[in-house]
């Protein structure tokens, strides 16, 4: 009863925070609760949904974590304008100027 508690907590902390708390998003918490409050079956059905519970959760917050990896990296982002920016901002710092690059 403790396991499912606690995977029941962590279910509902990942939908919270990666899906949403708005009350647009209250059917998420409202399923997970109907689904935790079905009856299960048998005692390896039980088991098994936890387990998978528990894997649900982890499949969230593991996205959630490659997401802001991702982001934290600029993978998404073209960082030739922020590098041409830092490579002037260093140019000046010691009294030279880039020159202009030939667009044509």
Known sequence: MAAAAAVY???LKAVQKH???GASKQ???DFVAAEFRAPAGT??????RLRLAGD???LLNSVHHHKDLLFS???AVDRSDEMKKILNKSAASV???LPDVYQP
């Open 9 to 11: 907590r962590r279910v």
């Open 27 to 29: 059917h998420f918490r």
């Open 56 to 58: 649900y959760a982890y």
């Open 19 to 21: 899906v949403g708390a």
């Open 43 to 48: 005692e390896a059905d039980a088991r098994a």
């Open 73 to 75: 990296y600029n993978i």
């Open 95 to 97: 009294g030279l100027q």
